[in-house]
């Protein structure tokens, strides 16, 4: 799979600087719809491979036509429905391809705007496309797994039965992942009344099931944020373990100069990059979140750039904690956290933040002393 990672990757890392340049849906069909399909082994310019505007009447409407159709043996098995690249997808454009989808042969139907691509079936009736995709990708957030699900698709892998096979699976684990982030940030009553009947003795009363909702949404945050420390403790042992001994320990005046001086993020500091790194997973490669100690603080970057700040970690001091958090102006606003899981509260912010460099000019503030 090196080539095909190779290419979806490149063409990845072209589109920041693309953007500001596509101006039409046309161009984003042209610069990111076209690169992928070609991506995913398809000639885009033999149109017995790969047809664009291909006819699809649909009842009483003729001329009805699929920006793209992707055949094989003559027949159509894929077929793409385009936006812009500015355009929410979630604003019920899937009825065109709806559409579509019911008088071709084809199994799948991708709607996409070039950053996004959402892949349908008919998993629930057949020749009758789902309302809910089986599977999202984000080219801004592309990783190992969105790009095995992709080479699933590839012209040499494609196999209809082996991908409706686990389909059915993408499908309800996407569902269940959302429910899960739902039931974390706001726990429904049905949750807090499943836990209840298993931790509390008493009657649950209206009072009762109020401070059962708080307490059900800090344990599940604080659980997530233990299993992430266990990870991480447990990967630091494993590198400590591998790492050789050493043979000439620091004079007594080096260790001097360093006291007070940390330039190792704490085990603490490294759970809360690896927090803002899932945060931002939606919308940017995890690899692109980087951290550095610094003499006061740790700081969590885009791209390891000290410009680009997402985040900054003040831990140093024992009895209290803050997040540096910042604004369009790229001003600091510090606020106080009591554990490392309460980074979460503030996902919107940061995701705001990494979004605003992911854009091609980036008002960047001037470097640190």
Request: glycine fraction near 4%.
């Amino acid at each position: 799979m090196g080539d095909f990672d190779e290419k979806l990757r490149e063409l990845a890392a072209r589109i920041p600087s693309q953007i500001e340049h596509i101006r039409t849906e046309e161009a984003c069909k042209s610069a990111l719809v076209m690169p992928f399909i070609n991506a995913l082994g398809y000639n885009v310019f033999d149109p017995r491979e790969v047809t664009p505007e291909l006819i699809a009447d649909v009842g009483t409407k003729k001329g009805e036509k699929v920006d793209y159709a992707i055949l094989k043996d003559g027949k159509p098995i894929m077929l793409f429905e385009c936006k812009g690249w500015d355009c929410d997808l979630d604003a019920n454009h899937a009825s065109q391809l709806y559409r579509y989808f019911s008088v071709t042969d084809a199994r799948f139907g991708i709607l996409t705007n070039g950053l996004q691509y959402r892949f349908f079936s008919d998993l629930d009736a057949v020749n009758k496309m789902d309302a809910k995709p089986f599977l999202e990708i984000n080219m801004k957030s592309l990783d190992e797994v969105a790009i095995g699900e992709l080479a699933k698709f590839s012209k040499p892998a494609f196999d209809v039965n082996a991908i409706l096979a686990t389909a059915s699976e993408l499908k309800y684990m996407k569902e269940i992942k959302r429910v899960i982030a739902s039931e974390m940030q706001q726990p429904s009553e049905d949750l807090v009344r499943f836990f209840l009947s298993r931790v509390y003795e008493g009657r649950a009363t209206t009072a009762v099931r109020g401070q059962f909702s708080e307490l059900v949404r800090r344990s599940l945050q604080e659980f997530v944020s233990e299993r992430v420390r266990e990870r991480l403790q447990s990967a630091l042992a494993n590198e400590s373990a591998r790492q050789p001994a050493v043979e000439t320990p620091p004079s007594s005046s080096e260790a001097a100069e360093e006291e007070g001086k940390r330039t190792e993020p704490s085990d603490e500091e490294k759970e809360g990059w690896l927090i803002v790194r899932a945060i931002l997973a939606e919308i940017v490669d995890p690899r692109r979140v980087a951290i550095r100690e610094q003499q006061s603080y740790c700081a969590i970057l885009f791209d390891d750039k000290n410009r680009r700040p997402i985040c900054r970690l003040h831990f140093h001091a024992r009895t209290k904690r803050y997040v540096g958090l910042f604004d369009d102006n790229h001003t600091e606003t510090r606020v106080a956290i009591t554990d490392v899981s309460d980074l979460y509260k503030h996902a919107a912010q940061l995701k705001a933040t990494a979004q605003r460099y992911l854009g091609t000019q980036v008002h960047e503030p001037a470097a640190e002393a």
